[in-house]
């Protein structure tokens, strides 16, 4: 059985999803007065054509103006059997530090090697958020958005970008979705300690998502694969350089688990030549391993055979969590629309994460990404709390459904992510708050029992 047959293609979801966004207006946040920094990241899509599909020149050539995307999902090469559509994403070995890796999605307290989108802070000068995402892809990955062989398709919702536990906005994150128009992509040049990979939407999405949700062809769910990362607490709720303060912290609290997909970069860079169809094997390698590797044409010749330059297909697994995860299941959520039915099977389709920490949470079904914030903490008593003191959370989200299931109305008007979130985090804060107080409190009788005993006994 060909790979085609055994996975479903993603083109027709793709081909939906991205109609949907470039007709859907997103909802932007307005930056306040006492914050005006904003960032933009951008979404990179393309679709690889199967490796034995014969690429013509009329294929290769950039269009000299962008075509419809209904023409675009026409063509032969994008639905060519084995066609695999995928996203680019980025690991930066060192991401700026001028905001505690949030842009990155890392934040302190945490080691997990991480993915991210290409972008950045809003600069002065700049024309707006998509000029942001266009020149700073440039900058990072020597990537021209602005050429004729890419689009762009539309905006996803503004996100805030908050500090720990959502106490303060740092800034406003928009994210740009752009569509490679051609079959192959254009050389790049990454900037030091960055590699690019492309990953596959079926590593993303459920596979009854994929065969139309008919799970009577589905054996059982093997994508995407939800793990977990670990942040310490202590490092969001203590000052940095206080270690007593931050090993006291971790006493009483514990740690803090985010929800992440764990994603396969075995897969090759590109399947067709970058740049020009004419150009050899060799230079092919070359560019292939540029791509792949970060490395810069220049270094290549260090290698003292062609075997070197060939890209090696190991075997890494990077963890999607943080605010990348968010974006991600934003854009994902237009591929598989939300079920709110309560019948059984209903949410097997789902992008939430299978386990009954999710329900738990009480995550709504049409904004998955809402899982990407929302930790579970290592504590049991600490879970509980939450749940106790979440009841305006809880409120926040049947107002939600009730909006999307009276045909979403509400939906646009209202911020009901933002809600969600300060609803849920005031929870959190409440419940954090009570826990170390109640545990300070253990404490201190138990180091006065303890000193009677040994004293006064």
């Given at each position: 059985m060909s790979a085609a047959q055994e996975h479903p293609s993603a083109i027709p979801l793709l081909s939906r999803a991205l109609h949907q966004i470039r007709s859907t207006p997103p909802r932007i946040i307005?930056?306040?007065?006492?914050?005006?920094?904003?960032?933009?990241?951008?979404?990179?899509?393309?679709?690889?054509?199967?490796?034995?599909?014969?690429?013509?020149?009329?294929?290769t050539s950039t269009p000299t103006s962008s075509p419809a995307l209904t023409e675009f999902f026409q063509q032969d090469w994008v639905n060519a059997p084995g066609a695999r559509p995928e996203i680019l994403f980025l690991r930066r070995e060192r991401p700026d530090g001028s905001d505690g890796g949030r842009m990155s999605g890392i934040g302190p307290g945490s080691s997990e090697a991480h993915v991210a989108f290409p972008g950045g802070r809003t600069e002065d000068g700049d024309e707006g958020g998509m000029y942001t995402a266009m020149r700073q892809t440039w900058e990072e990955i020597g990537l021209d958005l602005a050429e004729n062989a890419y689009t762009a398709v539309g905006q996803l919702d503004d996100r805030e970008i908050t500090t720990s536990l959502g106490k303060r906005l740092l800034m406003i994150l928009s994210p740009y979705v752009f569509l490679q128009l051609t079959p192959h992509t254009t050389s790049v040049d990454p900037a030091s300690g960055t590699t690019l990979h492309w990953v596959?939407?079926?590593?993303?999405?459920?596979?009854?998502?994929?065969?139309?949700?008919?799970?009577?062809?589905?054996?059982?769910?093997?994508?995407?694969?939800?793990?977990?990362?670990?942040?310490?607490?202590?490092?969001?709720?203590?000052?940095?350089?206080?270690?007593?303060?931050?090993?006291?912290?971790?006493?009483?609290?514990?740690?803090?688990?985010?929800?992440?997909?764990?994603?396969?970069?075995?897969?090759?860079?590109?399947?067709?030549?970058?740049?020009?169809?004419?150009?050899?094997?060799?230079?092919?390698?070359?560019?292939?391993g540029q791509v792949e590797q970060g490395s810069h044409l220049s270094n290549l010749?260090?290698?003292?055979?062609?075997?070197?330059?060939?890209?090696?297909?190991?075997?890494?697994?990077?963890?999607?969590?943080?605010?990348?995860?968010?974006?991600?299941?934003?854009?994902?959520?237009?591929?598989a629309p939300p079920v709110l039915s309560s019948a059984e099977g209903s949410r097997r389709g789902s992008l939430l994460p299978p386990d009954s920490e999710t329900e738990a949470m009480g995550v709504p079904a049409m904004a998955p990404s809402l899982t990407s914030v929302f930790p579970r903490f290592s504590y049991p008593d600490v879970n509980f709390w939450i749940w106790v003191f979440g009841k305006r959370y809880r409120e926040v989200v049947r107002g939600w459904e009730a909006s999307v299931r009276a045909g979403g109305v509400n939906d646009r008007r209202i911020n009901w992510t933002g809600s969600a979130l300060n609803t849920f985090y005031a929870a959190v804060r409440k419940a954090l708050l009570l826990v170390i107080v109640v545990r300070a409190i253990f404490v201190l009788i138990g180091l006065v029992l303890g000193g009677w005993f040994l004293f006064f006994r």
């Open positions: 307005s930056s306040p007065a006492t914050q005006p920094r904003r960032a933009a990241v951008a979404l990179i899509i393309r679709v690889s054509p199967p490796p034995n599909f014969p690429i013509t020149s009329d294929n596959p939407f079926s590593e993303l999405l459920p596979e009854s998502v994929l065969a139309g949700n008919s799970s009577k062809h589905v054996l059982h769910e093997r994508k995407p694969r939800w793990s977990n990362v670990t942040v310490d607490a202590s490092s969001r709720l203590a000052p940095r350089h206080s270690t007593v303060l931050r090993l006291l912290m971790r006493l009483l609290v514990g740690s803090m688990k985010f929800p992440a997909i764990v994603i396969d970069t075995s897969y090759p860079t590109d399947v067709h030549t970058i740049g020009s169809p004419s150009i050899d094997g060799k230079a092919t390698d070359e560019k292939r010749g260090r290698h003292s055979s062609l075997s070197k330059l060939r890209p090696r297909r190991r075997r890494q697994e990077l963890k999607l969590w943080g605010l990348s995860l968010g974006m991600t299941l934003d854009l994902l959520a237009y591929m």
